[in-house]
């Protein structure tokens, strides 16, 4: 039973363009969403999240928008560049547990 | 520098062999965890402690034994070692102001291979 859902395993764009990741789930008790990047030989990294009492939260070149009632998140990435070629990870946590949630991953490739 | 240090990073081991990986952090995080990634799966947690002396079970835990005796340490105990437990695992702690956020830190990771 996969509560979070990345159903691209993998996504290549071109550097400059726009990236954008998705991420699904089923439990509408999840109160919090993350991401997380991770890099060959490394431990994942935390990116960037969002409440659930919000829609979209920005930090820089990236932007996380949360769609509650299509229980669908996406992070936008804008300008891609190559260093952030890696494998993210959408998280989810809530519904008074406090263990996070993860999706499968999306192994992004960004093209010179 | 703030870090997960686990050891080892890199194991190949036989079936039935007990074995220890250990994990320390130096952040003073009262939340430890441990995960492992596995192909198409993504990261499922096997346990996690809230405090020292309060562990409880992730979404995968059989096969595997914790303790969280100090608070910088929590080791992942494999009793009897399967080749279904051969995978990538990662320890990752978090400060209790910060587990609503859901912020772990993650060590860098250490591949099990059990033959």
């Known amino acids: 039973d996969q509560q979070v859902k990345q159903n691209s395993p993998s996504l290549s764009v071109q550097e400059g363009r726009i990236s954008i990741l998705n991420c699904d789930y089923t439990n509408s008790m999840f109160d919090y969403f993350l991401w997380y990047k991770k890099y060959p030989a490394e431990g994942p990294t935390f990116l960037i999240s969002i409440s659930s009492i919000k829609d979209k939260n920005e930090d820089g070149r990236f932007t996380v928008f949360l769609n509650k009632s299509a229980k669908h998140l996406s992070l936008h990435i804008v300008p891609s560049q190559p260093g952030d070629s890696a494998v993210y990870f959408c998280?989810?946590?809530?519904?008074?547990?406090?263990?996070?949630?993860f999706g499968q991953g999306t192994r992004l490739t960004i093209n010179p | 520098e703030a870090q997960v240090t686990q050891n080892p990073r890199y194991l190949i081991t036989v079936t039935g062999k007990k074995l220890t990986v250990t994990c320390s952090q130096n952040m003073n995080h009262e939340y430890m965890s441990w995960y492992r990634q596995d192909p198409g799966l993504g990261l499922r947690q096997i346990y996690y402690s809230m405090n020292v002396e309060v562990t409880d079970k992730g979404d995968v835990p059989e096969g595997y034994k914790v303790s969280r005796k100090e608070k910088r340490n929590f080791p992942l105990i494999l009793e009897s070692p399967s080749p279904n437990q051969t995978s990538l695992y990662f320890c990752?702690?978090?400060?209790?102001?910060?587990?609503?956020?859901?912020?772990?830190?993650f060590g860098e990771g250490s591949r099990l291979t059990v033959l």
């Open positions: 998280a989810a946590r809530g519904g008074g547990a406090q263990k996070l949630v």
């Open positions: 990752a702690s978090m400060s209790q102001g910060r587990i609503v956020a859901g912020e772990l830190f």
